[in-house]
């Protein structure tokens, strides 16, 4: 079987990003979409990795076409009496599917035209077609309920892809889906109509603002259209039953000063919405004829705007897992253990990056009870414990493989200086160049401790290679690559490596050397370029670690990783 025919449930980002690689790769696509769209969504704020997606699977010129608002970066103004941080996309332009930005997008309009896309293309799109029951009993095929036009249908594909979103019929009819504890948030939002107050480098920016009862997201969605946020503990739903939507959303953007003064007198120009279910995920995402994409497997808070960004990498992954399955059956099980390792993985980064942000925060804001309920401590037992990703995160902290609660709190502190601005309030001042001296010295600590490692250990006595997969860039198949692991079982899957690469690992496993040395002996077997990123990598995955001449740990705090803004290759 090579030419599958594949069923999606649901036309966002997730189903038409699936629909448009599966339909590349020469599948049989139907989308089973239960709106008419245009349809209203939230999540306006993208990811640069959505655009090198979008932009692979040949969509440029249709979105150069909408003169989206250009989002260069994402500001935080994180805490009490903090100067303002930027996250700043920018990096060279090293090939066409390297973005230095991101857009702001009305999301009906969006989605509106991935989906005409796919249509366009040659899958068959169902509007209005609610999908109902999914039977995945069979060993070689799915069978899906569908209420369309009146009628019940009852199609048959090799494979389901499940990009539903929150409402992912297959994840509820599983019953897999787990809500996480530690996000107990809800969020209300209106729209306002203002232009984007910022000239400059600062122009078309997502700004979160943090204040006593949660945080804010300014977003100049289009022309004169401002998005305008709040993110609160799900303990203030009585209230909103109380006042009412509207009146609570007035009176506690009140509260947060910094979003009034760039509001000003504004006008609010549309209603006021609320959505509820927060971070959850699935215990599985993927397994036999099925895979769950998007919001469908996994959601969490949407402080990094990273909703849309996972939903097209969890796309492209299932569409190119499925193309692998068709061609050989036999590799099911190793392709489904990747998606859902390499899906879950993207997700616990974004969450782990959160946590942290949180966790920052809540130092800032000592009086308040959100940032208060939301800090990871020490003491913290049951919360540590619940959270596997944070677990396996603290777990190496003693021997300091892994990272300790307190320099947990550090690595947010770290990617902060980096993007601090120079002067307290947000203004058109701001210039990119005033966070080069930041970064300048931040890579120069980095640099030093770095050199400063005379010894690397690897762990455990065998540098081997294990299968995995990779997408590739172009096509869009997935193909097989190996990783580097030791005997015990822990690996670095972010860089597929080779014979010549693990040999230099198994010298190091024999004869510790240094850093300089390594990075020398990496350079001969042809990784000019990301030396220092695959010792970083590997440190952080527990293989390597490095002593100074005294023989002290060297602990190097590099920054923190998540997927989708373009610093490393990703899918
Ligand atoms: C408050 C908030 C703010 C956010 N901000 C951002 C942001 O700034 N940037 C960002 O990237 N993300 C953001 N997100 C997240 C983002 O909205 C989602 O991650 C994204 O929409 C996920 O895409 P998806 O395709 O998985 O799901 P969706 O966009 O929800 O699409 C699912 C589709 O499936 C259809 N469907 C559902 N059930 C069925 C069924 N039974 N049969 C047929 N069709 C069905 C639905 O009608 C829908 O069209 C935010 C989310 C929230 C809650």
Redesign the pocket.
């Known amino acids: 079987m090579a030419r599958s025919k594949v069923s999606i ?9 699936a629909a448009l690689t599966l339909h590349k790769l020469g599948h049989d696509v139907t989308v ?4 008419r ?1 245009p ?1 209203y ?7 640069p990795g ?1 655009m090198s997606i979008l932009q692979r699977l040949g969509l440029q010129e249709k979105l150069d076409a909408q003169n989206y608002v250009k989002k260069p970066s994402a500001t935080f103004l994180w805490g009490q009496d903090q100067a303002p941080w930027t996250f700043s996309f920018a990096a060279p332009k090293v090939a066409p599917w390297v973005f230095d930005h991101a857009v702001q997008v009305d ?1 009906r309009q969006f ?1 509106q035209l991935l989906l005409e896309e796919a249509r366009n293309r040659g899958v068959t799109v169902l509007e209005e ?4 029951e999914v039977d995945i009993s069979r060993p070689d095929g799915v069978t899906l309920t ?1 209420r369309h036009n009146g009628e019940t249908l009852h199609p048959e594909s090799d494979f389901v892809i499940d ?7 297959l994840a509820r009819q599983l019953g897999v889906r787990r809500y996480d504890e530690f996000y107990k948030n ?2 209300i ?1 209106s729209y306002f109509t203002m232009k984007d107050p910022f000239e400059g480098d600062l122009k078309g920016t ?1 700004y979160s603002i943090t204040f006593e009862d949660g945080w804010v ?1 300014m ?1 100049p969605v289009k022309d004169d259209v401002y998005s305008v ?1 709040l ?1 609160v503990d799900r303990d203030k739903a009585g209230e909103v039953r109380e006042l009412g939507a509207d009146e609570f959303y007035r009176s506690t953007l009140a509260k947060c000063a910094g979003a009034v003064e760039i509001l000003g007198d504004a006008p609010q120009v549309d209603e006021v919405r609320i ?1 509820h ?2 971070s959850y995920e699935a215990e599985s995402f993927s397994a036999d004829r099925y895979f769950l ?5 996994c ?1 969490t808070d ?1 402080l990094f ?8 990498q ?2 492209v992954c299932a569409a190119a897992s499925i193309d692998r399955i068709a061609r050989d059956e036999a590799e099911s099980q190793a392709v489904h253990a990747w998606y859902n390792r390499t899906y879950r993985s993207a997700y616990e980064e974004y969450h782990e990056f959160l946590a942290s942000f949180y966790t920052y925060a809540s130092f800032t804001e000592p009086d308040s009870e959100f940032w208060r309920k939301r800090r990871i401590t020490e003491s913290d037992d049951e919360r540590l414990s619940r959270r596997t990703w944070f677990e396996k995160l603290a777990g190496g902290g003693a021997d300091g493989n892994g990272v300790t609660v307190p320099n947990f709190h550090d690595r947010a502190a770290t990617m902060i200086t980096i993007g601090k601005h120079q002067r307290k309030g947000l203004s058109d001042e701001f210039s990119e160049e005033e966070l080069n001296g930041a970064r300048v010295r931040w890579i120069s600590d980095l640099t030093k401790r770095l050199n400063s490692i005379t010894r690397l250990r690897w762990s455990g006595d065998k540098a081997l290679l294990k299968p995995y997969y990779r997408v590739d860039r172009t096509t869009f198949r997935l193909e097989p690559r190996e990783i580097l692991a030791n005997e015990e079982g822990l690996d670095m899957a972010h860089y597929p490596l080779d014979e010549e690469t693990r040999q230099v690992f198994q010298e190091l496993a024999e004869e510790e050397f240094g850093y300089r040395d390594l990075i020398k002996r990496l350079r001969g077997a042809g990784h000019q370029e990301i030396g220092t990123q695959l010792v970083l990598r590997l440190m952080e995955a527990g293989l390597l670690s490095g002593y100074d001449k005294n023989g002290d740990r060297v602990i190097v705090q590099g920054r923190l990783h998540f997927g989708g803004v373009g610093v490393e290759y990703e899918v």
């Open positions: 449930i649901g036309g966002g980002p997730a189903g038409s990003v089973y979409e239960r709106s769209f349809r969504r939230i999540g306006e704020s993208l990811l959505t999301r989605d077609a609610n999908v109902t569908v990009a539903g979103g929150a409402n992912s019929p809800f969020a939002w997502t997201w977003i946020g993110v959505v279910d927060w994409c998007g919001d469908a497997a959601f949407p705007s990273q909703g849309v960004h996972l939903a097209s969890s796309a």
